[in-house]
């Protein structure tokens, strides 16, 4: 049994960096506005968790409180997944699906709506995509005495069902998207699922209703910093165990999971001169933003209106395919993380869903833990880091990967693979080109495919 304790306070990457990031941009402005992008119905507390300064960040008490239901997570050495899959070096896993939402999610979700109740507001509105986040709000709300409304792609609700069982338990009105609702949902057609849809609806829906604000769980800053309770804790249960690692493994929807477990690495690395591990972002080859996107000026949301934030970006408007990537199904990945890949101080693989669901599978007969499917895109990262398999990048030392959730709610994805009924669904090259090509490139003139930008 670990001694480690869970931490006290959220560590921030900003310090760290090189470089600003690049400020957010009105959508119909042409100069960046250096507070662009900062809602009304934004906490303070929140937006100056945003801003560079300042690495450490006290978590409030009572948030520790419901982070004592769950954490510290456990971290422990995968020995027999190591042998299924050929590691000739150590597969460290830390786990995040004990706890009511299955996911990290929870996290930034206690410690968002605390700051909302804090600030007077009486409703928290969200999208969703598989519906970790969703459930993971509801269950915030609840501790909190918050009202809470989730727009959850149709497509994912339809095939778990049990998420909305789940979120309405906890008190939670759920939607699928797209709804009948909104204005944005009208405009993009009933045919249109996405998470980028969903997260319009709310924000929309947020807008015209009193008392109630939008709530995002990933790509943001803040809800980065709120995630760095994981790699606090990696750290110290590497150091514990004696461990070394030069590879550190996450999946990226928007970032929050890989975000949270890698850049404490980054800055511990930054603040004692120490060698970085390998950041290595594990992405869905379906969405393909950090490995084949372009570093621009892209919308978050479907309604147009929010700010424009600089992000490796498929396109907000790429018809994305379906797949069994759940929550890696969105168009771009946060500012912060999008910057280090601009740097070259994190990597990126993509992942399809046969390969992430069969190595999902691997470590359930294993390690006797059911990974989500975006979980399994990390796995296979790992897997292919440890056994040799990666071209780019094999390590000496060890590797730690996140589990970020579990799968019991994505039973369905692991039975079509075990009926044969799935297959890797590329993007199409020429809808992929066209969603890219009308962005404005952050700096300089940003190359399709190329992962970056010169």
Not at 26 to 39: F, I, L, M, N, R
Not at 161 to 189: F, K, N, W
Not at 343 to 367: D, H, K, M, S, Y
Request: proline share 6%.
């Amino acid at each position: 049994m670990s001694s480690v304790a869970m931490p006290t306070s959220w560590r921030s990457v900003l310090p760290h960096l090189d470089e600003p990031l690049p400020p957010d941009r009105s959508p119909e402005a042409t100069a960046a506005s250096s507070d662009a992008g900062v809602s009304v119905n934004l906490p303070f507390a929140l937006v100056r968790q945003s801003a560079p300064g300042r690495e450490f960040w006290d978590i409030p008490a009572e948030v520790l409180d419901a982070y004592r239901t769950f954490r510290p997570t456990q971290l422990w050495r995968a020995r027999r997944f190591e042998e299924a899959v050929g590691a000739r070096v150590p597969i460290y896993v830390k786990y995040e699906g004990g706890n009511i939402s299955g996911s990290h999610k929870l996290n930034t979700a206690l410690a968002q709506a605390y700051y909302y109740a804090k600030a007077g507001v009486k409703e928290l509105v969200t999208g969703t995509g598989a519906g970790q986040w969703g459930t993971a709000l509801a269950a915030a709300c609840s501790i909190f005495g918050l009202r809470c409304r989730v727009f959850m792609v149709g497509t994912s609700l339809q095939k778990k069902p049990y998420r909305g069982t789940l979120m309405r338990t906890l008190g939670a009105t759920v939607h699928a998207s797209p709804s009948d609702l909104t204005e944005v949902a009208a405009r993009a057609g009933g045919g249109f699922n996405s998470l980028a849809l969903a997260i319009g609806e709310a924000v929309e829906y947020a807008g015209r209703t009193e008392g109630a604000a939008f709530c995002i769980g990933s790509g943001e800053t803040y809800s980065i910093l709120h995630q760095s309770v994981i790699g606090l804790e990696a750290i110290e249960q590497l150091a514990e165990l004696e461990a070394e690692v030069d590879s550190v493994v996450g999946c990226v929807g928007a970032g929050s999971n890989f975000g949270g477990l890698a850049l404490p690495f980054f800055a511990e690395a930054a603040a004692t001169g120490a060698e970085c591990p390998r950041l290595v972002a594990a992405e869905s080859s379906t969405t393909p933003k950090l490995t084949r996107g372009v570093y621009a000026y892209d919308k978050t949301d479907a309604t147009g209106v929010s700010p424009m934030e600089a992000m490796y970006t498929i396109g907000s408007s790429y018809p994305i395919p379906d797949s069994h990537s759940a929550g890696l199904r969105f168009h771009g990945a946060a500012k912060v993380l999008s910057a280090m890949r601009h740097q070259n101080q994190i990597t990126a693989r993509a992942v399809g869903q046969v390969e992430a669901l069969e190595a999902g599978q691997v470590f359930t007969r294993t390690e006797m833990v059911l990974p989500a499917p975006e979980s399994g895109h990390a796995l296979a990262v790992a897997a292919r880091l440890a056994s040799g398999r990666d071209d780019e990048d094999r390590p000496t030392r060890g590797v730690v990967a996140c589990v970020s959730g579990h799968g019991y709610l994505d039973l369905s994805a692991y039975q079509q693979l075990m009926d044969g009924e799935l297959s890797n669904e590329p993007p199409v090259e020429q809808s992929l080109l066209a969603a890219m090509d009308q962005l404005q490139p952050v700096q300089g003139l940003a190359i399709a495919g190329s992962g970056h930008a010169v």
